[in-house]
Every structure is written in structure tokens, then in C-alpha cells.
């Protein structure tokens, strides 16, 4: 019996994740292009005579989540599946409403709280917190660091979303150790539930990587951050998710001590980098200036967007070989 569940699951896995990538293939130029007609588009300040781009990619990119992940749920029947989508959805929402009004900064980090209840009800946890060593036991704590979880990744994400597929990229680099983490120590189900979500983030890469035809908006960078933040519960990596995120995760630690409360980046008075006439970037030097990744990567000297996206890829590529060795060391020491 279970062989040929594993083969269907195996062929599910494929086509859902095949249907998540073509619907953002097919579908994303025809948003584009709706989304022009209707004026919703912003600058992109980093360019020559600073094209319109459309914004926000989000409505389309969760479609393609949400069919993909339906079709295992509909082979598995797993309610942990539908957890992770509510939460992405609700998500989703606190995203498309700061897409289209200005909010309080503190708006999205205590909205989405609301996005991680889902998987407390749902209960896609095991009080079971996986560390290099093993597991630790933490029933009083878990819930707590829910709470803490989808807030964090979701803002975390929204934050390093300042270059042109940046958020993306950087999410399909460090997917990889969670799917690693999740085949040795989680569930065969929930490796399935990774799939689709990679697929939808490479199709929408594709209009997001440098030059950008269209930005995710924050209704697109939540709902990828709080997907990754379930995925990485529900597979039980969440310090694998931790390592690897930890360039994005500096960027807003760095950008919160420095400005000294939660802001929205386009409601700062002074600008942490300074963009020259050859559309070069620098480093500011206002004392005012919020420090960010971006600041002290231009510390060295000026550069391009381009140059600047590599770099950032340089490093989330550095943190994620860093939790494979985790990974590692951690399948060394539970398999003795």
C-alpha cells in the first residue's frame, strides 16, 4: 500500500508543482498589463529615468500557491497544508492592504501575530524545538515562538525587498537547506508541500530578477515570508531557517537599533544610501542615516544595483552553506 502512495504522492508533487510555475508564467504578463491599465505602478528609482513598474505581483503569486498546495492536499487529505495556506492568505491580506494605504509601522509585524494562529489551532507543531544536538522539549515555549515565528520571517523578507529580485531570489536559495532539513529529519508530506512553493517562486522570479517587469509589493513579500516561516515549523528547521536567513534577519535587526522604533522604510526623513548620476549607489553619511545591509555593503565603495543584488545573493548563498553544515553535524550526532 504504501508504494503505490508514494508513487502517487511523487506524481502529484510534480504536476502541482508544474501548474504552480506556469501559473505564474502565463497568467503574471497579463496582470502586468492589467495592473498598468490600471495606473497602479511605482518607480523604480535605481534606473534611468526611473521606468514605471507594476506593483503588487501578490494577488497572482499566492493563486499559484494556493492551486498547487490544494492539489496534495486533495491527494493527502493533510490539514497541515491548509494551516500553512491560511496563514500565507491572511498574510496575503495584511499585504494587500499596505499595498494600497499607507499603515502605522507597526502595523504589519502585530497583524500578522493573527496569521500565526492558524497553525496553533491547526496544531502543526510537536513541542519539539530541533537543535545541532537533537530536540528539546519546550510545550510552554513553542507557542510563543509561533507567535514570534511568522512575524518575524514575514517582516524579515518585506525588508530586504529593496532591489529588484532580491526578496525571491533570496527565498530560493535559502529553501534549499530546508528542504535538505526536511528530508532527513521531518515529513515525507511536508517535503511534498515545499515543492509548489519553490515552483511559484521560480516562475515569479522570472518577471522579478533584475530588470524587474513587476515587484511583488508587501502583499507578495509577507505572504513568501510567511509561508517559509510555516514551512520551516511544519518541517521542524526552524533554526536551519534562522541560519539561513540570517543576513535578512541583520538587515532589520540593524535597521530597528539604528532608527530606534518600527517605521515604514518610505516614511524615513534620511535615506541610508545616496544614488549618484551614473545611477551608481553609495553609502550615506548622515549620522541619521538607518544602518542596513545595503549601507554597510556599500562601505567599501560604490555599486551598481546589479552589483549590489549579487552580493546580497553571495551572502544568503554563505549563510545557507552554513545551515547544510548545520544540517549536517546535526545528522551526524542523531544518527549515532
Avoid at 212 to 219: A, L, M, N, W
Wanted: proline share 6%; glycine share 6%; no cysteine.
Amino acid at each position: 500500500m504504501f508504494l503505490p502512495y508514494l508513487e502517487g504522492l511523487l506524481i502529484g508533487t510534480v504536476i502541482a508543482s508544474i501548474i504552480s510555475f506556469l501559473i505564474n508564467i502565463t497568467l503574471m504578463p497579463k496582470f502586468i498589463s492589467f495592473l498598468k491599465s490600471k495606473g497602479k505602478v511605482v518607480n523604480d528609482n535605481h534606473k534611468p529615468n526611473k521606468p514605471k513598474v507594476p506593483r503588487p505581483a501578490g494577488p497572482i503569486l499566492l493563486l499559484s500557491i494556493i492551486i498547487g498546495e490544494l492539489i496534495l492536499y486533495f491527494i493527502t487529505g493533510n490539514l497541515e497544508i491548509i494551516s500553512i495556506l491560511i496563514t500565507t492568505s491572511i498574510a496575503f491580506v495584511i499585504g494587500i492592504i499596505d499595498d494600497f494605504k499607507i499603515m502605522p509601522g507597526w502595523f504589519k509585524p502585530a497583524a500578522l501575530i493573527i496569521a500565526s494562529i492558524p497553525l496553533i489551532l491547526f496544531h502543526i507543531y510537536d513541542n519539539e524545538l530541533n537543535v545541532i544536538f537533537g530536540s528539546v522539549f519546550i510545550p510552554i515555549l513553542y507557542i510563543p515562538l509561533i507567535l514570534i515565528s511568522i512575524p518575524l520571517a514575514g517582516n524579515t523578507i518585506n525588508s530586504i525587498d529593496v532591489f529588484n529580485g532580491v526578496a525571491t531570489g533570496f527565498l530560493i536559495i535559502t529553501m534549499f537547506p530546508i528542504v535538505i532539513s526536511t528530508f532527513l529529519f521531518g515529513d515525507l508530506e511536508i517535503l511534498m508541500f515545499e515543492m509548489p512553493f519553490i515552483a511559484a517562486l521560480l516562475g515569479f522570479y522570472l518577471f522579478h530578477r533584475y530588470p524587474s517587469r513587476i515587484f511583488p509589493g508587501d502583499s507578495g513579500t509577507l505572504l513568501m515570508g510567511a509561508m517559509y516561516g510555516a514551512l520551516a515549523i511544519a518541517s521542524k528547521s526552524e533554526i536551519i531557517a534562522i541560519i539561513a536567513l540570517l543576513p535578512a534577519i541583520m538587515n532589520s535587526f540593524l535597521f530597528l537599533i539604528s532608527v530606534r522604533k518600527i517605521v515604514e522604510h518610505r516614511q524615513l526623513k534620511s535615506r541610508p544610501t545616496i544614488l549618484n548620476e551614473d545611477f551608481t549607489l553609495e553609502a550615506s553619511k548622515d549620522k541619521y542615516a538607518p544602518i542596513t545591509l545595503v549601507r554597510l555593503i556599500l562601505l567599501d565603495g560604490k555599486l551598481s544595483e546589479n552589483q549590489i543584488v549579487m552580493k546580497i545573493y553571495k551572502l544568503v548563498t554563505f549563510s545557507s552553506s552554513i545551515a547544510l553544515i548545520t544540517i549536517l553535524i546535526q545528522w551526524i550526532l542523531t544518527t549515532k
